[in-house]
């Protein structure tokens, strides 16, 4: 067959056959291999083909594959959401899972859980939500609205709900033009002025993924400011949303990215590395604090999929997590990724084209620039993150192609984000075939 009649996420010329993965590897059907550098879209989080998880999608699919969710709960979807709830920053708080089965989906629910949240409390008014710039919380047009990716978001501008309204916290390009800590956190302080302005009566939540991804190109915001966060949402009686579809269950070197932080989020929103890509799974938790209200008045939220809580989906993600955790990879993401950053900065050196290199753990944001005295983007005509992205899948090794540079969008990056259980060996390998696409493309 030499056309293919699936359309194509973009009308590209051509996508090679995937035949079979193994590892960190996939095959094509030419018998090509390729290094997967970023876990397809941040995703294959322990690899292809582990044979523990094979077997319980078949010991699994032998019992039940579906049944509906207003007609039955199943072991697998109790101990999943009880497995999330003892991982939740400890065992102080209670966190409630509801199931869904795409990170657009997660984030979606989660706006609603807030706003749902407000409306059992007798607060009607409580229903707007604050997001940045420089994000991406998912292509569904709830979530959409909320994201702050120029490019996702322009030809379906007229049915989204509202812009994002304040900055993300790039110390790389800030949008202050200050620099850290002199700047004393303009950026989380802006958030309490986007308050003030909007009204605190008006606003149900504020919703921000803890390390950007595909809209920034991994950005880490500075320390202290999502501490900062936490307090002016407590001052301001707003829920706070984090985003962990991209950073959770083990990518940035702890089960969740907020970890690094300390910080508690009222609701999270989970999905992608959640169920490593064996089975669509992704998740809504919300706190106890946040469920109170609704159990005690509706109890339940109004949301929800035919596929909600999928047997097969939730053994597959229970068995991943108990994976990661039996083979420790949540340190080995941390231990790993800084193998994997000592090395990228070693061959920024010897590229100017190569402007910055950031990230934690396994999530590691590769910015291309023209000038790297004066971090001036290439121009949008010259499309340098396709390039990137071709050349190196002809050299063999998959990366992920995101949005930097400019404040809502323009600039070049990459994301480099391989299975967290890739070897040493594996990682050299990726930042010899990385050298190599630079090299051919400056
Ligand atoms: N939120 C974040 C932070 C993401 O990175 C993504 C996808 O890239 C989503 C939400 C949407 O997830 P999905 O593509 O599974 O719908």
């Given at each position: ?8 996420p973009?009308m590209r010329?051509?996508?090679?056959t995937?035949m079979y993965?193994q590892?960190?590897?996939i095959?094509?059907?030419?018998g090509?291999?390729y ?5 397809g879209?941040v ?5 292809h083909?582990?044979?523990e ?10 019992k039940i ?6 007609q039955f709960?199943t072991?697998?979807?109790?101990k999943?959401?009880e497995?999330?709830?003892?991982l939740?920053?400890?065992?102080e708080?209670e ?15 989660a706006?609603?859980?807030?706003i749902?949240?407000?409306q059992e409390?007798?607060?009607f008014?409580k ?5 940045r710039?420089?994000s991406?919380h998912?292509?569904t047009?709830?979530?959409?609205s909320?994201s702050g990716?120029?490019g ?7 049915l989204l709900?509202?812009?994002p309204?304040?900055?993300?916290p790039n110390?790389?390009?800030c949008p ?6 002199s700047?004393?956190l303009m ?10 302005r909007?009204?605190a009566d008006n ?5 921000a993924e803890p390390?950007?991804?595909?809209a ?10 999502y501490?900062?966060v936490?307090e002016i949402c407590n001052?301001?009686?707003?829920l ?5 579809v991209?950073?959770g269950i083990?990518?940035?070197g ?9 910080v508690k989020?009222d ?11 064996y ?6 938790l919300?706190?106890g ?5 609704i159990l ?5 939220v109004m ?10 989906s939730?053994a597959?993600a229970?068995?991943v997590?108990?994976?990661i ?7 080995k993401s941390?231990?790993s990724g800084?193998y994997?950053?000592?090395?990228l900065?070693?061959v ?9 290199i950031r ?8 910015e291309?620039?023209s000038?790297?005295?004066?971090k001036?983007?290439?121009?949008k005509?010259?499309?340098?993150t396709?390039?990137l992205v071709?050349?190196a899948r ?5 990366i ?13 990056a990459?994301i480099?984000a391989?299975?967290?259980?890739i070897?040493?060996?594996e990682?050299d390998?990726?930042?010899?075939l ?9």
């Amino acid at each position: 067959m030499n056309q293919s009649y699936l359309i194509k996420p973009v009308m590209r010329d051509f996508y090679p056959t995937a035949m079979y993965g193994q590892g960190v590897f996939i095959y094509d059907k030419r018998g090509k291999k390729y290094l997967d550098g970023s876990s397809g879209a941040v995703t294959s989080s322990i690899g292809h083909a582990v044979p523990e998880i094979i077997e319980v999608i078949y010991e699994q699919a032998k019992k039940i594959s579906f049944v509906y969710r207003s007609q039955f709960t199943t072991e697998p979807a109790e101990k999943l959401a009880e497995k999330l709830n003892q991982l939740v920053f400890g065992e102080e708080d209670e966190y409630f899972s509801f199931f869904v089965n795409s990170g657009s989906e997660a984030t979606e629910t989660a706006l609603k859980i807030a706003i749902q949240y407000w409306q059992e409390k007798g607060n009607f008014r409580k229903n707007k939500v604050i997001s940045r710039w420089s994000s991406y919380h998912g292509i569904t047009m709830g979530a959409l609205s909320m994201s702050g990716h120029i490019g996702r978001r322009e030809r379906f501008v007229s049915l989204l709900e509202r812009l994002p309204t304040i900055s993300s916290p790039n110390c790389y390009r800030c949008p202050f033009n200050q620099k850290y800590p002199s700047c004393q956190l303009m950026c989380a302080n802006e958030l309490e002025t986007a308050i003030r302005r909007e009204g605190a009566d008006n606003i149900a939540a504020f919703i921000a993924e803890p390390i950007v991804g595909a809209a920034g190109g991994v950005i880490v915001p500075p320390e202290g400011y999502y501490q900062m966060v936490r307090e002016i949402c407590n001052d301001h009686d707003i829920l706070f949303i984090a985003d962990e579809v991209m950073t959770g269950i083990g990518r940035t070197g702890k089960m969740f990215a907020m970890e690094h932080w300390g910080v508690k989020p009222d609701i999270i929103a989970l999905g992608k590395g959640m169920s490593a890509g064996y089975t669509p799974m992704a998740a809504t938790l919300a706190s106890g604090k946040v469920m109170k209200p609704i159990l005690a008045g509706s109890a339940s939220v109004m949301s929800g999929h035919t596929y909600s809580a999928n047997p097969q989906s939730a053994a597959v993600a229970l068995a991943v997590i108990n994976y990661i955790e039996k083979n420790d990879l949540v340190q080995k993401s941390e231990v790993s990724g800084n193998y994997l950053m000592n090395l990228l900065k070693e061959v920024a050196v010897k590229y100017p084209i190569i402007g910055d290199i950031r990230g934690k753990g396994l999530m590691i944001g590769v910015e291309f620039v023209s000038n790297i005295l004066t971090k001036h983007p290439f121009q949008k005509e010259l499309s340098l993150t396709s390039k990137l992205v071709e050349t190196a899948r002809d050299k063999g090794l998959l990366i992920y192609p995101a949005t930097a540079g400019i404040e809502g969008g323009g600039g070049d990056a990459v994301i480099i984000a391989p299975p967290i259980n890739i070897t040493k060996q594996e990682v050299d390998l990726l930042v010899n075939l990385f050298e190599k696409m630079v090299d051919e493309i400056q």
